[in-house]
Protein backbone atom coordinates (compact mmCIF):
# COMPACT_ATOMS: atom_id res chain seq x y z
CA UNK A 1 0.00 0.00 0.00
CA UNK A 2 1.32 3.06 -0.46
CA UNK A 3 1.77 5.28 2.36
CA UNK A 4 0.15 9.04 2.04
CA UNK A 5 1.92 12.46 3.55
CA UNK A 6 -0.06 12.07 6.40
CA UNK A 7 1.11 9.57 8.05
CA UNK A 8 3.81 11.86 8.88
CA UNK A 9 3.29 12.93 12.12
CA UNK A 10 -0.57 11.57 12.54
CA UNK A 11 0.58 8.12 13.51
CA UNK A 12 2.53 9.62 16.18
CA UNK A 13 -0.25 10.58 18.52
CA UNK A 14 -3.47 8.15 18.85
CA UNK A 15 -1.24 5.16 19.09
CA UNK A 16 -0.20 5.49 23.07
CA UNK A 17 -2.73 7.12 25.39
CA UNK A 18 -5.77 4.84 25.39
CA UNK A 19 -4.87 1.30 27.02
CA UNK A 20 -2.93 3.13 30.34
CA UNK A 21 -5.58 1.63 33.12
CA UNK A 22 -8.34 3.77 35.40
CA UNK A 23 -7.61 6.70 37.36
CA UNK A 24 -9.27 5.82 40.85
CA UNK A 25 -12.72 6.44 40.85
CA UNK A 26 -12.39 9.40 44.02
CA UNK A 27 -10.30 11.32 41.82
CA UNK A 28 -12.20 10.95 38.37
CA UNK A 29 -13.84 14.25 38.62
CA UNK A 30 -11.32 16.05 40.67
CA UNK A 31 -10.85 19.10 38.08
CA UNK A 32 -10.95 23.06 38.92
CA UNK A 33 -15.16 22.85 39.12
CA UNK A 34 -16.78 20.30 40.78
CA UNK A 35 -18.60 18.06 38.00
CA UNK A 36 -21.83 15.87 38.93
CA UNK A 37 -21.99 12.40 39.74
CA UNK A 38 -24.04 9.62 38.55
CA UNK A 39 -26.56 8.37 40.87
CA UNK A 40 -27.86 4.82 41.62
CA UNK A 41 -30.41 3.01 43.55
CA UNK A 42 -33.23 4.61 45.41
CA UNK A 43 -30.78 6.29 47.91
CA UNK A 44 -29.26 7.56 45.31
CA UNK A 45 -25.84 5.72 45.86
CA UNK A 46 -23.71 4.11 43.30
CA UNK A 47 -22.06 0.59 44.34
CA UNK A 48 -18.45 0.58 45.57
CA UNK A 49 -16.70 -0.30 43.06
CA UNK A 50 -13.12 -1.60 43.53
CA UNK A 51 -9.93 1.13 42.59
CA UNK A 52 -8.06 -0.13 39.22
CA UNK A 53 -4.74 0.87 39.76
CA UNK A 54 -3.35 2.87 37.26
CA UNK A 55 0.22 1.33 35.82
CA UNK A 56 3.41 3.43 35.82
CA UNK A 57 4.80 4.13 32.60
CA UNK A 58 7.47 2.87 31.88
CA UNK A 59 10.96 3.80 32.31
CA UNK A 60 13.84 2.44 29.99
CA UNK A 61 17.18 1.81 31.53
CA UNK A 62 20.69 2.78 29.99
CA UNK A 63 21.92 -0.48 31.01
CA UNK A 64 23.59 -2.22 28.51
CA UNK A 65 22.70 -5.41 26.49
CA UNK A 66 24.37 -9.02 27.79
CA UNK A 67 24.29 -11.43 25.46
CA UNK A 68 21.11 -13.30 27.18
CA UNK A 69 19.41 -10.35 26.59
CA UNK A 70 20.50 -9.34 23.29
CA UNK A 71 19.11 -13.59 22.48
CA UNK A 72 16.40 -12.68 23.55
CA UNK A 73 15.49 -9.67 21.41
CA UNK A 74 16.94 -12.04 18.26
CA UNK A 75 14.52 -14.50 19.18
CA UNK A 76 11.44 -11.33 19.43
CA UNK A 77 12.78 -10.11 15.36
CA UNK A 78 12.53 -14.22 14.98
CA UNK A 79 9.19 -14.42 16.26
CA UNK A 80 7.66 -10.92 14.39
CA UNK A 81 5.64 -11.30 11.00
CA UNK A 82 5.49 -7.85 10.15
CA UNK A 83 7.90 -4.50 9.47
CA UNK A 84 6.32 -2.77 12.22
CA UNK A 85 6.60 -5.12 15.07
CA UNK A 86 10.69 -6.02 13.77
CA UNK A 87 10.95 -2.37 14.06
CA UNK A 88 10.09 -1.94 17.72
CA UNK A 89 12.48 -4.67 18.40
CA UNK A 90 15.14 -3.43 16.71
CA UNK A 91 14.52 0.38 18.44
CA UNK A 92 14.75 -1.68 21.96
CA UNK A 93 18.44 -2.41 21.31
CA UNK A 94 19.27 0.73 22.68
CA UNK A 95 22.77 2.24 23.26
CA UNK A 96 24.52 -0.90 24.29
CA UNK A 97 24.04 -4.15 23.28
CA UNK A 98 25.69 -7.41 22.39
CA UNK A 99 27.10 -8.17 18.71
CA UNK A 100 25.06 -11.34 19.09
CA UNK A 101 22.14 -9.53 17.38
CA UNK A 102 24.41 -7.86 14.79
CA UNK A 103 22.52 -10.28 12.46
CA UNK A 104 18.98 -9.24 13.22
CA UNK A 105 20.19 -5.52 11.64
CA UNK A 106 21.56 -6.83 8.72
CA UNK A 107 18.80 -8.60 8.12
CA UNK A 108 16.52 -5.55 8.55
CA UNK A 109 19.24 -3.79 6.20
CA UNK A 110 19.05 -6.47 3.22
CA UNK A 111 15.17 -6.99 3.14
CA UNK A 112 13.06 -5.59 0.59
CA UNK A 113 10.75 -3.70 2.78
CA UNK A 114 12.13 -0.37 2.78
CA UNK A 115 10.39 0.40 6.26
CA UNK A 116 12.54 -2.45 7.70
CA UNK A 117 15.55 -1.36 6.26
CA UNK A 118 14.82 1.94 7.58
CA UNK A 119 14.31 0.65 11.07
CA UNK A 120 18.02 -1.23 11.00
CA UNK A 121 19.49 2.18 10.44
CA UNK A 122 18.35 3.93 12.79
CA UNK A 123 19.21 0.67 15.23
CA UNK A 124 23.11 1.51 14.73
CA UNK A 125 22.25 5.11 14.37
CA UNK A 126 21.32 5.08 17.84
CA UNK A 127 23.94 2.87 19.37
CA UNK A 128 26.61 4.87 20.70
CA UNK A 129 30.12 5.14 19.15
CA UNK A 130 31.63 2.74 21.49
CA UNK A 131 29.28 -0.03 21.10
CA UNK A 132 28.92 0.56 17.49
CA UNK A 133 32.72 -0.03 16.80
CA UNK A 134 31.52 -3.64 19.09
CA UNK A 135 28.33 -4.53 16.78
CA UNK A 136 29.65 -3.58 13.07
CA UNK A 137 31.28 -6.37 11.30
CA UNK A 138 32.15 -6.85 7.88
CA UNK A 139 28.96 -7.77 6.37
CA UNK A 140 27.10 -4.78 8.16
CA UNK A 141 29.65 -2.15 6.74
CA UNK A 142 29.52 -3.88 3.54
CA UNK A 143 25.87 -2.96 3.45
CA UNK A 144 26.06 0.02 4.71
CA UNK A 145 28.97 1.58 2.32
CA UNK A 146 27.79 -0.30 -1.02
CA UNK A 147 24.42 -0.60 -1.11
CA UNK A 148 22.25 1.73 1.79
CA UNK A 149 24.89 5.16 0.79
CA UNK A 150 24.22 4.59 -2.83
CA UNK A 151 20.80 5.41 -2.10
CA UNK A 152 20.14 9.11 -2.80
CA UNK A 153 17.72 9.96 -0.61
CA UNK A 154 19.88 12.95 1.45
CA UNK A 155 18.16 12.39 5.33
CA UNK A 156 19.03 8.76 4.67
CA UNK A 157 22.80 9.86 4.14
CA UNK A 158 22.54 12.13 6.75
CA UNK A 159 22.12 9.43 9.17
CA UNK A 160 24.25 6.62 7.37
CA UNK A 161 27.17 9.55 8.11
CA UNK A 162 26.54 9.48 11.69
CA UNK A 163 27.03 6.10 11.87
CA UNK A 164 30.43 5.92 9.81
CA UNK A 165 31.87 8.61 11.14
CA UNK A 166 30.64 7.48 14.76
CA UNK A 167 32.28 4.31 13.55
CA UNK A 168 35.57 6.02 11.53
CA UNK A 169 36.07 9.18 13.78
CA UNK A 170 39.66 9.47 12.17
CA UNK A 171 38.30 8.87 8.75
CA UNK A 172 37.55 12.34 6.75
CA UNK A 173 35.06 10.43 3.57
CA UNK A 174 31.73 12.83 2.96
CA UNK A 175 30.99 11.32 -0.21
CA UNK A 176 29.86 7.29 -1.33
CA UNK A 177 32.87 7.09 -3.64
CA UNK A 178 35.06 8.03 -0.45
CA UNK A 179 34.05 5.92 1.60
CA UNK A 180 33.78 2.63 -1.17
CA UNK A 181 37.52 3.59 -1.22
CA UNK A 182 38.09 3.57 2.74
CA UNK A 183 36.11 0.25 2.76
CA UNK A 184 38.27 -1.50 -0.04
CA UNK A 185 41.20 -0.77 1.70
CA UNK A 186 40.54 -2.21 4.99
CA UNK A 187 37.63 -4.82 4.29
CA UNK A 188 40.00 -8.04 4.24
CA UNK A 189 42.00 -6.95 7.54
CA UNK A 190 38.50 -4.74 9.29
CA UNK A 191 37.70 -6.34 12.29
CA UNK A 192 34.90 -5.25 14.88
CA UNK A 193 36.39 -4.16 18.65
CA UNK A 194 36.02 -7.06 21.09
CA UNK A 195 33.07 -7.30 23.67
CA UNK A 196 34.43 -6.94 27.12
CA UNK A 197 33.27 -8.53 30.08
CA UNK A 198 31.18 -6.74 32.63
CA UNK A 199 28.45 -6.77 34.91
CA UNK A 200 24.79 -6.06 34.27
CA UNK A 201 21.83 -5.24 35.94
CA UNK A 202 18.90 -5.85 34.31
CA UNK A 203 15.35 -6.50 35.51
CA UNK A 204 13.91 -9.64 34.66
CA UNK A 205 11.16 -8.18 32.74
CA UNK A 206 12.87 -5.45 30.49
CA UNK A 207 11.07 -2.29 29.16
CA UNK A 208 11.16 -3.91 25.27
CA UNK A 209 10.04 -6.94 26.47
CA UNK A 210 6.66 -5.82 28.04
CA UNK A 211 6.33 -3.98 25.41
CA UNK A 212 6.82 -6.78 23.12
CA UNK A 213 4.56 -8.33 24.90
CA UNK A 214 1.79 -6.07 24.48
CA UNK A 215 2.47 -6.04 20.55
CA UNK A 216 1.88 -9.43 20.33
CA UNK A 217 -1.67 -10.01 22.59
CA UNK A 218 -2.49 -7.37 19.68
CA UNK A 219 -1.30 -9.37 17.12
CA UNK A 220 -3.10 -12.38 19.03
CA UNK A 221 -6.20 -10.96 20.16
CA UNK A 222 -6.87 -8.26 17.52
CA UNK A 223 -7.76 -4.79 18.26
CA UNK A 224 -10.98 -3.16 17.90
CA UNK A 225 -11.37 0.35 17.35
CA UNK A 226 -14.64 2.86 17.62
CA UNK A 227 -14.14 6.66 16.66
CA UNK A 228 -17.12 8.50 18.10
CA UNK A 229 -16.67 12.23 16.36
CA UNK A 230 -18.71 15.24 17.06
CA UNK A 231 -19.81 16.44 13.40
CA UNK A 232 -21.27 19.37 14.13
CA UNK A 233 -20.58 22.60 12.11
CA UNK A 234 -17.51 23.31 13.80
CA UNK A 235 -16.18 20.30 13.51
CA UNK A 236 -15.66 19.77 9.63
CA UNK A 237 -11.37 20.12 9.20
CA UNK A 238 -11.08 17.51 11.56
CA UNK A 239 -13.47 14.86 10.01
CA UNK A 240 -11.51 15.74 6.75
CA UNK A 241 -7.83 15.57 8.95
CA UNK A 242 -9.88 11.76 10.46
CA UNK A 243 -10.55 10.57 6.69
CA UNK A 244 -7.18 11.46 5.29
CA UNK A 245 -5.51 9.67 8.19
CA UNK A 246 -7.74 6.59 8.03
CA UNK A 247 -5.21 4.31 5.58
CA UNK A 248 -2.10 5.48 7.32
CA UNK A 249 -3.22 4.13 10.45
CA UNK A 250 -4.81 0.87 9.32
CA UNK A 251 -0.76 0.41 7.48
CA UNK A 252 0.80 0.34 10.87
CA UNK A 253 -2.12 -1.44 12.77
CA UNK A 254 -2.90 -4.56 10.60
CA UNK A 255 0.75 -5.41 10.72
CA UNK A 256 0.36 -5.13 14.60
CA UNK A 257 -2.77 -6.53 14.84
CA UNK A 258 -3.94 -8.43 11.51
CA UNK A 259 -7.27 -9.32 12.77
CA UNK A 260 -8.11 -5.41 13.11
CA UNK A 261 -11.77 -3.74 12.79
CA UNK A 262 -12.73 -0.09 12.83
CA UNK A 263 -16.17 1.53 13.54
CA UNK A 264 -17.57 5.18 13.10
CA UNK A 265 -20.84 6.96 15.48
CA UNK A 266 -20.85 10.40 15.03
CA UNK A 267 -22.81 12.43 16.96
CA UNK A 268 -24.52 16.12 17.57
CA UNK A 269 -27.98 17.92 19.10
CA UNK A 270 -31.05 16.35 19.91
CA UNK A 271 -32.18 19.08 17.60
CA UNK A 272 -30.17 17.83 14.83
CA UNK A 273 -30.14 14.49 15.02
CA UNK A 274 -32.71 11.90 15.81
CA UNK A 275 -31.38 10.03 19.54
CA UNK A 276 -28.52 12.64 18.75
CA UNK A 277 -25.74 9.99 17.60
CA UNK A 278 -26.24 7.41 15.20
CA UNK A 279 -23.97 4.23 13.56
CA UNK A 280 -22.17 5.40 10.29
CA UNK A 281 -19.72 1.92 10.02
CA UNK A 282 -20.59 -0.82 12.80
CA UNK A 283 -17.14 -2.13 13.76
CA UNK A 284 -15.46 -3.75 10.22
CA UNK A 285 -12.48 -5.25 9.15
CA UNK A 286 -12.27 -2.77 5.92
CA UNK A 287 -11.40 0.51 6.67
CA UNK A 288 -12.20 1.59 3.31
CA UNK A 289 -15.84 2.16 4.74
CA UNK A 290 -15.04 3.84 7.41
CA UNK A 291 -12.98 6.59 5.00
CA UNK A 292 -15.48 6.87 2.86
CA UNK A 293 -18.37 7.33 5.09
CA UNK A 294 -15.81 10.17 6.58
CA UNK A 295 -15.90 11.47 3.33
CA UNK A 296 -18.82 12.10 3.09
CA UNK A 297 -19.95 13.63 6.22
CA UNK A 298 -20.87 17.13 6.82
CA UNK A 299 -20.43 18.74 9.76
CA UNK A 300 -23.98 20.57 10.23
CA UNK A 301 -25.74 21.76 13.47
CA UNK A 302 -24.59 23.19 16.62
CA UNK A 303 -24.90 26.77 17.13
CA UNK A 304 -24.63 26.43 21.25
CA UNK A 305 -21.78 25.06 22.79
CA UNK A 306 -22.25 21.66 24.80
CA UNK A 307 -23.28 18.39 22.65
CA UNK A 308 -24.70 14.84 23.09
CA UNK A 309 -21.39 13.37 24.01
CA UNK A 310 -23.48 10.75 26.26
CA UNK A 311 -25.43 9.71 23.33
CA UNK A 312 -22.37 9.01 20.96
CA UNK A 313 -20.73 7.09 23.76
CA UNK A 314 -24.25 4.92 24.69
CA UNK A 315 -23.70 4.19 20.83
CA UNK A 316 -20.05 3.51 20.62
CA UNK A 317 -20.27 1.11 23.67
CA UNK A 318 -23.16 -1.08 22.31
CA UNK A 319 -21.93 -4.20 21.88
CA UNK A 320 -24.75 -5.67 19.97
CA UNK A 321 -24.98 -1.87 17.53
CA UNK A 322 -21.30 -1.33 17.13
CA UNK A 323 -20.73 -5.52 16.81
CA UNK A 324 -17.70 -5.82 19.40
CA UNK A 325 -16.05 -8.87 20.15
CA UNK A 326 -15.69 -10.16 23.85
CA UNK A 327 -12.26 -11.24 23.81
CA UNK A 328 -10.71 -8.61 21.40
CA UNK A 329 -8.53 -5.75 22.70
CA UNK A 330 -11.80 -3.00 22.83
CA UNK A 331 -10.49 0.85 21.78
CA UNK A 332 -13.37 4.05 22.12
CA UNK A 333 -11.80 6.96 20.73
CA UNK A 334 -13.93 10.24 21.57
CA UNK A 335 -13.10 13.58 19.36
CA UNK A 336 -14.70 16.75 20.06
CA UNK A 337 -14.50 20.09 20.29
CA UNK A 338 -17.56 20.71 22.76
CA UNK A 339 -18.13 19.09 25.89
CA UNK A 340 -21.29 17.43 27.72
CA UNK A 341 -24.32 19.44 28.32
CA UNK A 342 -23.87 20.06 32.47
CA UNK A 343 -26.46 17.71 33.32
CA UNK A 344 -25.20 14.51 31.01
CA UNK A 345 -21.31 14.71 32.42
CA UNK A 346 -22.36 12.76 35.03
CA UNK A 347 -23.93 9.92 32.38
CA UNK A 348 -20.75 10.19 29.92
CA UNK A 349 -18.47 9.22 32.93
CA UNK A 350 -20.55 6.37 34.00
CA UNK A 351 -20.98 5.18 30.64
CA UNK A 352 -17.19 4.80 30.43
CA UNK A 353 -16.30 3.85 33.82
CA UNK A 354 -18.76 0.77 33.86
CA UNK A 355 -17.77 -0.38 30.17
CA UNK A 356 -14.40 -0.61 31.40
CA UNK A 357 -14.60 -2.12 35.33
CA UNK A 358 -17.84 -3.94 33.98
CA UNK A 359 -17.94 -4.90 30.68
CA UNK A 360 -21.18 -6.87 29.47
CA UNK A 361 -21.85 -6.74 33.58
CA UNK A 362 -18.90 -8.66 34.67
CA UNK A 363 -16.21 -7.62 36.68
CA UNK A 364 -13.34 -6.66 34.19
CA UNK A 365 -10.20 -8.75 34.48
CA UNK A 366 -6.59 -7.34 33.43
CA UNK A 367 -5.75 -9.21 30.65
CA UNK A 368 -2.31 -9.74 29.98
CA UNK A 369 -0.26 -11.04 27.03
CA UNK A 370 1.34 -14.88 28.13
CA UNK A 371 3.89 -15.26 25.76
CA UNK A 372 4.74 -19.08 25.45
CA UNK A 373 6.15 -20.89 22.53
CA UNK A 374 3.22 -22.60 20.71
CA UNK A 375 0.80 -20.67 22.72
CA UNK A 376 -1.52 -17.83 22.86
CA UNK A 377 -2.75 -14.47 24.58
CA UNK A 378 -5.43 -15.59 27.13
CA UNK A 379 -8.84 -15.57 26.17
CA UNK A 380 -11.27 -13.45 28.27
CA UNK A 381 -13.53 -10.30 28.19
CA UNK A 382 -11.96 -7.55 27.94
CA UNK A 383 -12.68 -4.20 29.17
CA UNK A 384 -13.31 -1.09 26.78
CA UNK A 385 -11.20 1.42 26.85
CA UNK A 386 -12.45 4.97 26.23
CA UNK A 387 -10.24 7.79 25.58
CA UNK A 388 -10.42 11.34 24.62
CA UNK A 389 -9.27 13.71 21.98
CA UNK A 390 -10.21 17.57 22.60
CA UNK A 391 -10.14 19.47 19.42
CA UNK A 392 -9.42 22.96 19.18
CA UNK A 393 -8.48 25.96 15.78
CA UNK A 394 -5.40 27.26 17.94
CA UNK A 395 -6.23 26.22 21.82
CA UNK A 396 -9.00 23.42 23.00
CA UNK A 397 -11.52 25.11 25.38
CA UNK A 398 -10.91 24.63 29.16
CA UNK A 399 -14.69 23.14 29.96
CA UNK A 400 -14.36 20.78 26.46
CA UNK A 401 -10.90 19.50 28.01
CA UNK A 402 -11.56 19.52 31.81
CA UNK A 403 -14.60 17.19 30.73
CA UNK A 404 -13.14 14.76 28.21
CA UNK A 405 -10.03 14.44 30.41
CA UNK A 406 -12.66 13.18 33.37
CA UNK A 407 -14.15 10.85 30.93
CA UNK A 408 -10.93 9.27 29.52
CA UNK A 409 -9.81 8.50 32.99
CA UNK A 410 -12.78 6.39 33.76
CA UNK A 411 -12.64 4.49 30.85
CA UNK A 412 -9.05 3.83 31.63
CA UNK A 413 -7.71 6.01 28.46
CA UNK A 414 -6.04 8.96 28.42
CA UNK A 415 -6.65 12.52 27.01
CA UNK A 416 -4.64 14.04 24.10
CA UNK A 417 -5.51 17.01 22.11
CA UNK A 418 -5.46 18.34 17.84
CA UNK A 419 -5.20 21.73 16.80
CA UNK A 420 -6.51 22.71 13.68
CA UNK A 421 -5.25 25.49 10.79
CA UNK A 422 -6.64 26.07 7.35
CA UNK A 423 -5.20 22.96 5.22
CA UNK A 424 -3.85 23.29 1.82
CA UNK A 425 -5.00 24.26 -1.40
CA UNK A 426 -6.30 20.18 -2.38
CA UNK A 427 -7.92 20.61 1.26
CA UNK A 428 -5.63 18.47 2.82
CA UNK A 429 -4.44 19.23 6.88
CA UNK A 430 -1.57 17.62 7.25
CA UNK A 431 -0.84 18.38 10.64
CA UNK A 432 -4.28 17.27 12.74
CA UNK A 433 -3.81 14.51 10.35
CA UNK A 434 -0.95 13.51 11.70
CA UNK A 435 -1.93 13.80 15.53
CA UNK A 436 -5.02 12.03 14.70
CA UNK A 437 -3.14 9.33 13.40
CA UNK A 438 -0.28 9.18 16.59
CA UNK A 439 -3.02 9.39 18.45
CA UNK A 440 -4.67 6.19 18.15
CA UNK A 441 -1.38 4.66 17.63
CA UNK A 442 -0.52 5.29 21.15
CA UNK A 443 -3.48 4.78 22.62
CA UNK A 444 -3.60 0.77 20.96
CA UNK A 445 -0.47 0.14 23.22
CA UNK A 446 -1.17 2.44 26.06
CA UNK A 447 0.90 5.25 27.88
CA UNK A 448 3.18 3.24 29.84
CA UNK A 449 4.98 2.67 26.51
CA UNK A 450 4.60 6.09 24.99
CA UNK A 451 8.37 6.77 25.25
CA UNK A 452 9.01 3.62 23.54
CA UNK A 453 5.93 3.58 20.39
CA UNK A 454 7.04 7.72 20.76
CA UNK A 455 10.67 6.75 19.61
CA UNK A 456 8.94 4.07 16.95
CA UNK A 457 6.52 6.75 15.47
CA UNK A 458 9.71 9.26 15.11
CA UNK A 459 11.88 7.63 13.11
CA UNK A 460 8.22 6.49 10.86
CA UNK A 461 7.56 10.34 10.06
CA UNK A 462 11.48 11.50 10.07
CA UNK A 463 11.63 8.89 6.83
CA UNK A 464 8.28 9.57 5.46
CA UNK A 465 8.51 13.34 5.71
CA UNK A 466 11.56 13.16 3.67
CA UNK A 467 9.99 11.18 0.80
CA UNK A 468 11.63 7.22 1.42
CA UNK A 469 8.64 5.87 1.62
CA UNK A 470 6.95 6.24 -2.12
Not at 48 to 71: C, F, I, M, T
Not at 179 to 201: L, N, Q, S, T
Request: aromatic share 8%; proline share 5%; glycine share 8%.
Amino acid sequence: MAFRDTLARSAAIWLCLAFAGAAPASDLLSQEAPLPRATRGPQGKRPAQKEAAKPKAVQAKPNRLDERQSRIRVGQYERAEHWALRGLVLLSLGRDWHPVASPIVLDALSSRDVHLQVYGVEALARTSPIALRRVLNGELLENLIRVQYRKKNEFLRSRLKLVLRAAFPTVEATTAREWERHWFAIDKVFKPDPWPAFEVELDGRSVAGAAFDRALDLYEAGLEVAICIDSTGSMQQTIDAASQAIDDLVAILSGIAPDFRIGLVHYKDLDDIKAGAQVLVPLDARPKRVREKLERLRAEGGGDMPERVECGLEIALDPRKMKWRRDANKLVVLVGDAPPHDAALAKCVELARDAYERPYGKESRRVRATVRRGGSTAKATRPFVTAAIGVGMRSVPARTKMTFSAIAKAGGGAYGEVTTAPGRKDGRNEKASDEIVAHVLRLSFGAQYEDQISAFVEVFFDYQRRGFFK
